[in-house]
Structure formats: C-alpha cells, structure tokens
C-alpha cells in the first residue's frame, strides 16, 4: 500500500519563476495539508484542502496557493519566487479530522 | 507568538544510553505529538498524546503529556544507532483547527 507520493523530489527554480508541486495521498485518505520545512527547522504550515476546498490556511502570503482534485490528490502552486522560499515542501495526508498525518518525502525547492 | 520550544538542539550520546528531551509551549495543548525525521525523508509519527497526565510507550520510547498541559516530553531507552535522526514536538493550539505547530527539533546522534 503506497503511501504519501510527492512530485517532483528537486527542484531548481529561478527568482520570480512559478512552481507546481504535487501530491498523492495514502489510500483511504481524504485530507491533505502542506508545509514548508526550511533548512534546520521544524515544518510550518501553510494550508490544508478538504473536500476541493481550502480548509484552513497558515500564515503564507497569497503567492502560496493550492487545489485538491476528486480523486483526493493536490497541488501547492507558488508565484514570484523569492530565495526565501528555498525549502522542503512536505505533503501529508490523513482521513478526516484526525491527526494520523502520513508525511511524504517532501519536494526540495531551491530558488537561485 | 506561540511557539514551542524544543530542547536540547541536539545531543551526542554512546550507543546504550538513555536519552530525555522535552518541549514546552506558550499556550495549553489538548494534542501532542513526537515526530521523527530521518535525513530525506518525511516526518514519522512516534506517540500521540491526548489527555494531561498521560504516559504513552512505543517500544522503547516512551512520552508524556505535562500536567500543566504546556510541556511534553519523550525518553529513548537503550539507545541504538538507527536512533539517529531528529525529533520534533508537535501540536494544535487551540482553536487552531487542524494547524499542527512543530517546535525546531532536537538532533539526536548515537556513537556506536
């Protein structure tokens, strides 16, 4: 049973470029939320999409935006790139409101 | 803000040895959880926490919800080397929905 799949797993990107970065969650899970772990820190979150509709979202300017398709999977979309935003973005799933959140391996964005 | 602190940062100890590290908030938790994280890949759940007071065992972890409600903290027993990688606190705030806030880590390193 797979679980949580995250695409790309690097990426380069260059200062005010977009970025899509998707996610499959794990079989039977509906709910997926995304963070951004810089370098030596704990990840923070930026939102989270139940239903195809943000749920919830954390304390990231707009440029950070997301979509959920029927089949559960998602998307982080980001804009105008900054160095800044130069981390690993990680995808997790769960069912429902629980806390049994499966991490992905996370997408290393490197802006330049 | 709210925060949560994590500590130690990090700790180097001999294979065997018993290991603490806690982690305490600015505001009361209903939720705590353990993470680990091995290098390149993403958050693992260790133990969930629910109710204050609450001592919870994974084997040779063990963690426990703080009375208080503001702290939480997890022992590794017998140390081994696949022990190595970094372990982070996390938790909802209060009417923070499903927002999980993560303290900075602790970076455990086990010497054979």
């Known amino acids: 049973d797979a679980g949580v799949t995250q695409s790309p797993t690097h990426l380069i990107k260059t200062r005010g470029q977009q970025v899509t970065l998707r996610c499959s969650p794990k079989?039977?899970?509906?709910?997926v939320s995304w963070y951004q772990q810089a370098l030596g820190q704990g990840p923070q979150f930026i939102f989270q999409y139940y239903e195809e509709e943000e749920r919830q979202r954390g304390n990231f300017p707009d440029r950070f935006s997301g979509h959920q398709f029927p089949n559960y999977s998602s998307e982080l979309n980001v804009n105008a790139l900054w160095l800044g935003d130069s981390a690993l973005y990680l995808c997790?799933?769960?069912?429902?409101?629980?806390?049994?959140?499966?991490f992905g391996s996370g997408t290393r964005l490197t802006v330049v | 803000g709210q925060q949560l602190n994590q500590s130690p940062q990090s700790m180097f100890i001999q294979e065997g040895e018993d290991v603490s590290m806690n982690c305490t908030s600015s505001?009361?938790?209903?939720?705590w959880l353990w993470y680990k994280q091995d290098p390149g890949e993403g958050p693992v759940l260790l133990i969930a926490?629910?109710?204050?007071?609450e001592l919870t065992s994974n084997g040779r972890l063990t963690a426990q919800f703080g009375i208080t409600r503001k702290d939480s903290f997890l022992n590794i027993s017998a140390s081994i080397p696949s022990d190595v990688g970094i372990y982070f606190c996390?938790?909802?705030?209060?009417?923070?929905?499903?927002?999980?806030?993560f303290g900075g880590g602790t970076r455990l390193m086990v010497k054979p």
């Open positions: 926490l629910y109710k204050a007071g």
């Open positions: 996390a938790g909802p705030y209060i009417n923070a929905g499903n927002m999980l806030t």
């Open positions: 505001s009361i938790f209903n939720t």
């Open positions: 079989s039977g899970h509906d709910t």
């Open positions: 997790a799933s769960s069912f429902g409101d629980t806390y049994g959140y499966t």
